[in-house]
């Protein structure tokens, strides 16, 4: 039986990815309705990942000194629903610019901020409901009830009814979160009460640079990859079954791998296998593939998206510094948001004469990420990482 404790943070990953959930592949398509060409749409969906990178170590640091992380996470959430209403009376390139930018400078630690809260409740407790994946795959669930949502609205109402649906759902996650009070952790960390465990900045570093990279290649597909199904005439529902399908795989990645990762060595080899199989699946959608093709290779998602954020969460925890586990998730948030702001710019510069071969682009960068991952993983061979009992 799921404890009170445990549905609340299940709670709060749901609602939290429905907000994601119809954003991602929707928001795109608002920002059309608004009359604004790919150029202008690509620069407002990197801006606010810029805005990340700045909010995500400055918030994350106040939290970790604070040890009140529910608290950041409920300040930010309520910041999110209160920017998230100001869409509705805003219209034109800069002020929607504007806005978003405010709405992603509170919106960009959140998740980080509820991944180190869900991990310091892990340690030291013997309650299996509590193991992360068990808890973040209702995160999944939350989004892929939203792709469907989203892609039913959007075909039976005009585009504001996407707005509708962020608002309502930044209001449930403050609400979450506000439920969520209580300790940053639940016991000290095991094997460490004489002090912090040594940094290893080379390892931290690598794990970062290589999930982020990972990450980031999703650039293209989250920013248009919707755009590109509509001009390929395939219908809202379609897109949202699509959407929700990549979910569904994610949601079974976290159900059997969550709480089974053992150690370091598992965790780098998770994020390993993560890297190959998403530089194989931007190759084949740079082929354009047909709507059968495409479910297929959305369920590669649970690996893509979903074993990377398994895999690298889980090492950075085990190699965080004690007293900075907010700050390393959100290194790695606000890593993985500039590349994407990066890629997500540049994407929107070569839609228009690239179409489907920037897959091929995001390939690349998932090569790179790939090679830096397969560093870290030579580096934990030549060195112990500390091990939190009971987080696995």
């Known amino acids: 039986m799921v404890s009170g404790a445990g549905w609340r943070l299940a709670l709060l990953y749901a609602f939290l990815f ?3 959930g119809v954003n991602l592949p929707f928001f795109p398509l608002w920002l059309q309705a608004q009359s ?8 407002i969906l990197a801006a606010p990942l810029i805005a990340r990178v700045l909010a995500n170590p400055l918030v994350a640091s106040v939290a970790d000194r604070s040890g009140r992380i529910w608290l950041a996470l409920s300040v930010c959430a309520v910041l999110v629903a209160a920017g998230t209403g100001l869409l509705f009376a805003v219209s034109g390139f800069w002020p929607i610019l504007l806005v978003v930018i405010a709405i992603a400078l509170a919106q960009g630690p959140l998740i980080a901020l509820a991944d ?22 209702w995160g999944a669930i939350g989004f892929a009830v939203a792709n469907l949502v989203a892609g039913w609205s959007f075909e039976w109402f005009s585009a504001s009814s ?37 940094v290893r900045p080379a390892l931290l570093a690598g794990v970062i640079a290589g999930a982020a990279l990972v990450q980031a290649s999703h650039a293209a597909f989250y920013g248009f990859g919707t755009l590109h199904w509509q001009a390929n005439g395939i219908s809202g529902a379609a897109m949202g079954g699509l959407w929700a399908l990549g979910v569904l795989s994610e949601i079974a990645l976290f159900a059997m791998l969550g709480y089974r990762i053992r150690g370091a060595a598992s965790a780098a080899t998770l994020l390993l296998g993560a890297a190959l ?32 954020h398994l895999g690298s969460i889980f090492l950075l925890a085990r190699l965080a510094p004690e007293g900075m586990e907010a700050r390393v998730q959100a290194w790695l948030a606000g890593g993985w948001a500039g590349a994407m702001a990066g890629l997500t710019a540049l994407c929107g510069t070569l839609y228009e004469s690239w179409g489907e071969q920037i897959y091929l682009g995001m390939s690349a960068v998932s090569a790179i990420g790939l090679a830096l991952l397969v560093g870290v993983a030579l580096g934990l061979r030549r060195t ?3 091990e939190p009992a009971n987080l696995a």
């Open 277 to 308: 199989v998403t530089m194989l699946r931007w190759s084949f959608m740079a082929q354009d593939p047909g709507v059968t093709a495409l479910a297929l290779l959305q369920l590669t998602h649970g690996i893509t998206f979903g074993a990377t």
């Open 116 to 137: 180190a809260m869900t991990l310091g409740r892990l340690v030291g407790t013997s309650q299996p409901e509590l193991a992360y994946g068990r808890i973040r795959l």
């Open 384 to 386: 112990v990482a500390r």
């Open 162 to 198: 996407v707005i509708v649906l962020l608002l309502a759902s930044a209001i449930l996650t403050a609400a979450a979160a506000f439920s969520c009070s209580g300790p940053a952790t639940a016991a000290p960390r095991a094997g460490n009460a004489g002090g912090a465990s040594p």
């Open 36 to 43: 604004l060409g790919s150029e202008a749409i690509g620069i």
């Open 18 to 20: 429905f907000e994601l």
